[in-house]
């Protein structure tokens, strides 16, 4: 018999349909206990993607796990094409009323695995996004789509992966009980899977990539436990 406690499992497509259809902080959950964060917050999230991709007029963006487009938006006029993709159909639903730009800024619903290996045009994109989303792929998706990304995506020169929770630090955002390995390892969860930094590399490392890892300022109500990490080709 196993003696670890259950713990609850998550899905964004189902939480974000008890969102208001314009309540885009709350379907995404960016909220600190059921409130959504201050307008300060999203500038110091806009900031660290901007810093992270440091984009280019010409650039082409890829963004996976892409959600309902509210922070990706502010990225259009920084580059000259988008693909934004995501596994639910509800928040690429709204992506498509509320943000897309049709032809050169669009969304798709596609999982992290189908849109790396189906997209057709891969040589297009230069640089390539996940934001608070990778956490939620498991180690073979992650694996799969990091080593994706290196042979298919020849142009893509730098990756940003923003917003993973750090295994190293799982102890100071569960401070009123212990959360167990399993549940720290599944993806399935509201905060997907925890990984150290040297997990991570050690996934990026072996599909090619070079990971460099930042934190956000001290200010950011999540700076405490997560990080970010920009990706680019080793050697
Ligand atoms: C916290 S939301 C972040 C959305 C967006 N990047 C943002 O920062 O606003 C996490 C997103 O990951 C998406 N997601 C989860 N598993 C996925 C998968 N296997 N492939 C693509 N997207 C996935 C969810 O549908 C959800 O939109």
């Given at each position: 018999?196993?003696?670890?406690?259950?713990?609850?499992?998550?899905?964004?497509?189902?939480?974000?349909?008890?969102?208001?259809?314009?309540?885009?902080?709350?379907?995404?959950?960016?909220?600190v206990?059921?409130?959504?964060?201050?307008?300060?917050?999203?500038?110091?999230?806009?900031?660290?993607?901007?810093?992270?991709?440091?984009?280019?007029?010409?650039?082409v963006?890829?963004?996976?796990?892409?959600?309902?487009?509210?922070?990706?938006?502010?990225?259009?006029?920084?580059?000259?094409?988008?693909?934004?993709?995501?596994?639910?159909?509800?928040?690429?639903?709204v992506?498509?009323?509320?943000?897309?730009?049709?032809p050169?800024?669009?969304?798709?619903?596609?999982?992290?695995?189908?849109?790396?290996?189906?997209?057709?045009?891969?040589?297009?994109?230069?640089?390539?996004?996940?934001?608070a989303?990778?956490?939620?792929?498991?180690?073979?998706?992650?694996?799969?789509?990091?080593?994706?990304?290196?042979e298919r995506?020849?142009?893509?020169?730098?990756?940003?992966?923003?917003?993973?929770p750090?295994?190293?630090?799982?102890?100071d955002?569960?401070?009123?009980?212990?959360?167990?390995?399993?549940?720290?390892?599944?993806?399935?969860?509201?905060?997907?899977?925890?990984?150290?930094?040297?997990?991570?590399?050690?996934l990026?490392?072996?599909a090619?990539w070079?990971?460099?890892?930042?934190?956000?300022?001290?200010?950011?109500?999540?700076?405490?436990?997560?990080?970010?990490?920009v990706?680019?080709?080793?050697?």
């Amino acid at each position: 018999m196993s003696d670890t406690q259950p713990y609850a499992k998550f899905s964004y497509d189902a939480h974000a349909r008890t969102c208001a259809p314009d309540d885009f902080l709350g379907q995404t959950r960016r909220t600190v206990q059921g409130v959504a964060i201050p307008e300060a917050q999203i500038h110091m999230i806009l900031d660290a993607i901007r810093d992270g991709l440091q984009l280019r007029s010409d650039d082409v963006l890829l963004e996976l796990a892409c959600g309902n487009g509210a922070l990706s938006v502010q990225l259009f006029d920084a580059c000259r094409g988008y693909l934004g993709t995501d596994i639910s159909e509800y928040l690429v639903s709204v992506a498509k009323q509320h943000f897309e730009r049709l032809p050169d800024y669009r969304f798709e619903m596609l999982g992290g695995v189908e849109c790396v290996h189906h997209e057709p045009q891969p040589e297009r994109f230069t640089r390539a996004l996940c934001y608070a989303g990778f956490q939620y792929f498991a180690d073979s998706d992650a694996k799969d789509i990091l080593m994706t990304l290196h042979e298919r995506f020849t142009y893509l020169e730098r990756i940003f992966i923003g917003n993973l929770p750090d295994r190293a630090r799982a102890a100071d955002f569960y401070t009123s009980r212990e959360a167990s390995a399993e549940e720290l390892s599944d993806p399935n969860t509201a905060l997907g899977i925890w990984r150290t930094r040297e997990a991570f590399a050690q996934l990026a490392r072996d599909a090619g990539w070079q990971a460099d890892f930042s934190v956000m300022p001290q200010g950011f109500h999540a700076a405490h436990y997560r990080y970010d990490a920009v990706l680019t080709r080793r050697g």
